[in-house]
T-cell receptor, first 114, second 111 residues
Framework: GAGVSQSPSNKVTEKGKDVELRCDPISGHTALYWYRQSLGQGLEFLIYFQGNSAPDKSGLPSDRFSAERTGGSVSTLTIQRTQQEDSAVYLC????????????FGQGTRLTVV | QKEVEQNSGPLSVPEGAIASLNCTYSDRGSQSFFWYRQYSGKSPELIMFIYSNGDKEDGRFTAQLNKASQYVSLLIRDSQPSDSATYLCAVGLEYGNKLVFGAGTILRVKS
């Protein structure tokens, strides 16, 4: 596609349920990032994929969070047993390579846990 | 010490003035530097990137890089109310080989 695509754009879930957020990066981009942004706050790094290398999971806030990237393309961020503090906008970004090229962001998924 | 640091602001400037946004980084081996703008409720969008020491100009925007001081800045000339947004500095770290974002500086341009 022309840009980074995220789905769903909005998700409301009940506390304790699991959710899956999807990111479809720009074709050919080898690097993919997930960030979380709470209202009025900065970007919180969650996880980073680069090609076939082991992902950098250093930003995942708890073991309820996991992500995978299948075939070096689409990525899914899974949050298990959601809590109200998980409510935020989840942003995905991709870049052609790793640190030396700009990252392009999707429009985000707004997650609300009620 | 955070990897990328920015003053959170808000930075308030009058319309028509120069807005100066600053960013410092900790990884001396960093090679790539980016400025993003984020309007409220929107995703970040790239404004400029710079790789070499010195200045890089694009319209009303100038990025300045000083690798010796580990410092990158963004100047916005003739600031407009439409420039009011959060400006994010991103640095391509040598180690870990990933982009790291600062927390952002809120800019308010008053007419």
């Amino acid at each position: 596609g022309a840009g980074v695509s995220q789905s769903p754009s909005n998700k409301v879930t009940e506390k304790g349920k699991d959710v899956e957020l999807r990111c479809d990066p720009i074709s050919g981009h080898t690097a993919l990032y997930w960030y979380r942004q709470s209202l009025g706050q900065g970007l919180e790094f969650l996880i980073y994929f680069q090609g076939n290398s082991a992902p950098d999971k250093s930003g995942l806030p708890s073991d309820r969070f996991s992500a995978e990237r299948t075939g070096g393309s689409v990525s899914t961020l899974t949050i298990q047993r959601t809590q109200q503090e998980d409510s935020a906008v989840y942003l995905c970004a991709s870049s052609l390579q790793a640190s030396n090229t700009e990252a392009f962001f999707g429009q985000g998924t707004r997650l609300t846990v009620v | 010490q955070k990897e990328v640091e920015q003053n959170s602001g808000p930075l308030s400037v009058p319309e028509g003035a120069i807005a100066s946004l600053n960013c410092t980084y900790s990884d001396r081996g960093s090679q790539s530097f980016f400025w993003y703008r984020q309007y409220s409720g929107k995703s970040p969008e790239l404004i400029m990137f710079i790789y070499s020491n010195g200045d890089k100009e694009d319209g009303r925007f100038t990025a300045q890089l000083n690798k010796a001081s580990q410092y990158v800045s963004l100047l916005i000339r003739d600031s407009q109310p439409s420039d009011s947004a959060t400006y994010l500095c991103a640095v391509g770290l040598e180690y870990g080989n990933k982009l790291v974002f600062g927390a952002g500086t809120i800019l308010r341009v008053k007419s």
